[in-house]
């Protein structure tokens, strides 16, 4: 007899014995088929999870992490046995905790068909077992990825950032995180400890954190005023994406409280130099707010805003002459001497960037160059 066929009636009479007579022999049996050959194991699932319903303890125990290999490797296959599953977390600590592992694999590849089942897999916050709390917060976080709605009110029954534990602690943040983006105004009260995590040695703890916070800034800017000095200190982070993040949150402060960052201008100016335009656009644009509420604040960094006149991006550009135009107003003693330099941008394919360049120049004394800008100048005025 062929050893596929042999390996496949063998299968079979340790199911159906488990179904008749459930014994710690052949559930352990099943087990190892599903850890050397789990593609074998495939098509027996409905009755795998019959027996997890019915089994006692032990072969319960086996059968339930049996399947949870058999989805690590083929988690769509058991999309179709999920009501059935669903119901075994109501069998045990063991057998809940195995198939919430079963329903985390789903989730990873296919968490919308977790949604309908959401009422039940939310009831294991409330449990306190550490297992237990990572698998229900990882399945919560695949889901709140692409529909956050529907896990938004759930914010407060999460297990709280304080924890130790690294993995629980990434899956509530990722949920905070994709609540935020959507309902900032349901994230505001774990500002404290969003804060206090920002230094955190784990890489993905950090980015989303700053995403969260990027977003609360975007809501209720005046809610951070206070976390002012530490969020600068992110400017640092070996991370691009904590820095950009950082950046944003800074120029959303700077909007309405551009008092709050005057004291740390130098570090903003620094990262004039990021190789990112997406950051250097966000610290052009801080300045520029900066500049509008206190210009004498920056006359005595406008050697190092100059360079950026021509910097390579048009957001760049425009708003560091819209700093430079608000410094000029206060003291045009100070932008005098680069009067050349600003009129090289008469010439900038961006229109903005011209009738700043000549607002500045006018302001300056220099109205001959400036005839053709006159009409597009009153019209936008």
Same mark, same amino acid.
């Given at each position: ?134 698998? $229900? +917060? !990882? @399945? /919560?976080?695949?889901? =709140?990825?692409?529909? #956050? %709605? &529907? ?6 029954? *999460? ?12 899956? $509530? +943040? !990722? @949920? /905070?995180?994709?609540? =935020?983006?959507?309902? #900032? %105004? &349901? ?6 400890? *969003? ?13 989303? +954190? ?11 800017? &005046? ?159």
């Amino acid at each position: 007899m062929p050893e596929n066929k042999t390996q496949t009636n063998k299968i079979k009479k340790l199911i159906n014995n488990l179904q008749n007579d459930p014994n710690e022999e052949d559930s352990y049996q099943i087990l190892e088929i599903s850890r050397e050959n789990p593609k074998q194991l495939i098509n027996h699932i409905p009755i795998l999870i019959e027996i997890i319903d019915s089994a006692p303890w032990i072969v319960k125990n086996d059968i339930s992490i049996a399947v949870t290999n058999l989805t690590i490797k083929y988690p769509n296959q058991i999309t179709p046995n999920l009501p059935e599953l669903i119901e075994t977390m109501e069998k045990g600590k063991t057998v809940r905790t195995n198939t919430l592992k079963i329903l985390s694999n789903i989730s990873e590849t296919n968490p919308n068909t977790l949604e309908k089942y959401l009422p039940e897999i939310k009831k294991n916050l409330n449990q306190n077992d550490l297992e237990t709390q990572i698998h $229900t +917060t !990882k @399945i /919560i976080a695949e889901i =709140s990825k692409e529909k #956050p %709605e &529907k896990t938004k009110n759930l914010i407060k029954k *999460l297990p709280s950032l304080q924890t130790d534990t690294d993995q629980l602690k990434k899956n $509530t +943040t !990722k @949920i /905070i995180k994709n609540t =935020s983006n959507q309902n #900032p %105004e &349901k994230i505001i009260q774990h500002t404290d400890n *969003l804060i206090n995590q920002i230094n955190h040695k784990d890489d993905e703890i950090r980015i989303d +954190t700053m995403h969260t916070i990027s977003n609360i800034a975007k809501h209720n800017p &005046k809610h951070l005023t206070h976390y002012t000095k530490q969020i600068i200190e992110k400017l640092n982070d070996e991370r691009w994406r904590v820095r950009a993040n950082t950046a944003s949150t800074i120029n959303n402060i700077s909007k309405e409280n551009p008092e709050k960052l005057i004291q740390h201008t130098n570090k903003i100016i620094d990262i004039l130099n990021e190789e990112s335009w997406v950051i250097q656009a966000e610290a052009a644009q801080t300045l520029k707010n900066i500049a509008k509420h206190k210009p004498q604040k920056l006359t005595n960094q406008i050697d190092k805003l100059i360079p950026e006149l021509t910097n390579q991006s048009i957001s760049v550009r425009k708003e560091i002459i819209k700093t430079i135009k608000h410094i000029t107003n206060e003291s045009p003693q100070t932008t005098k001497p680069h009067t050349k330099k600003i009129t090289k941008l008469i010439d900038d394919e961006y229109n903005e960037i011209q009738l700043d360049a000549a607002r500045t120049l006018k302001k300056l004394g220099h109205t001959k160059p400036l005839k053709k800008l006159d009409k597009i100048d009153q019209q936008r005025l």
